[in-house]
């Protein structure tokens, strides 16, 4: 799942949440993210997620692949989350769940939201050089992604994780993570470089006249 799908899904869908105004969803993002943040219960982190899970379903998006791109974050918050694990379990499921529950509330945000409105929404508010920052992270999350699935096609052709070979499967699984940090510095780097060649100044011009058409369709 890339970017290009996430904007399909933006642009093609029609439920309520589709239609609702930008800001609004942006804000109720934001919000959210808030709650997750500050909550210290495992059970009530269980209920937004289950609540996010639901907002999923009445937005009629594809509930497996939604959820499957939830998880990528789980991979670098894992070495995280063992790291904190003298504090209990109890603080370890709930290190998992913020950062899931953050991950989905983004997701919906991006695949109900053609990102064009995002960043017109937001250039109400922040400045223009912050809009561009957030701009290029969002990008850059997904060319992570991109360098993740080729990662894991030549992961599982070098053998995978077996448990009757755990040094070999480790070394397999350094090898990988090493791989995905410095090709993603380097597809970031490329990337910025594109745009510098296309003529970027520093400065990404959101028209707005887009979010309207996109509300009229």
């Known amino acids: 799942m890339d970017l290009a799908y996430l904007d399909y899904l933006a642009t093609g ?11 609004l969803k942006l804000i109720f993002s934001l919000l959210l993210i808030g709650i997750i943040i500050l909550v210290k219960e495992v059970l009530f982190l269980v209920i937004i997620l289950l609540f996010l ?3 999923i379903l009445l937005s009629k998006l594809p509930f497996h692949r939604i959820f499957l791109l939830s998880l990528f974050p789980l991979i670098f918050t894992l070495i995280f989350a063992y790291a904190s694990l003298g504090r209990g379990w109890e603080w370890f499921f709930i290190i998992l769940l913020r950062v899931l529950g953050t991950a989905t509330t983004m997701i919906i945000l991006f695949s109900t939201t ?5 960043f017109a929404s937001l250039g109400k508010i922040f400045p223009e050089f912050i809009i561009t920052v957030l701009f290029m992270t969002y990008r850059s999350v997904f060319i992570l992604f991109s360098v993740f699935d080729d990662i894991r ?8 994780f077996q448990l009757k070979h755990p040094k070999r499967s480790l ?8 791989y ?5 510095i380097d597809d970031s780097q490329r990337f910025y470089e594109n745009l510098r060649i296309r003529g970027f ?10 979010c309207t058409w996109i509300k009229k369709q």
Not at 153 to 160: A, N, P
């Open 13 to 23: 869908g029609n439920s309520f949440f589709h239609r609702t105004s930008p800001g």
């Open 53 to 55: 899970y639901l907002i």
């Open 114 to 118: 053609p990102f064009p409105c995002i």
């Open 153 to 160: 096609s030549g992961f599982k052709l070098r053998g995978g």
């Open 171 to 178: 070394f397999n699984l350094a090898r990988a993570f090493g």
């Open 180 to 184: 995905l940090l410095l090709k993603g």
């Open 201 to 210: 100044q520093g400065k990404i011009v959101h028209h707005r006249r887009f």
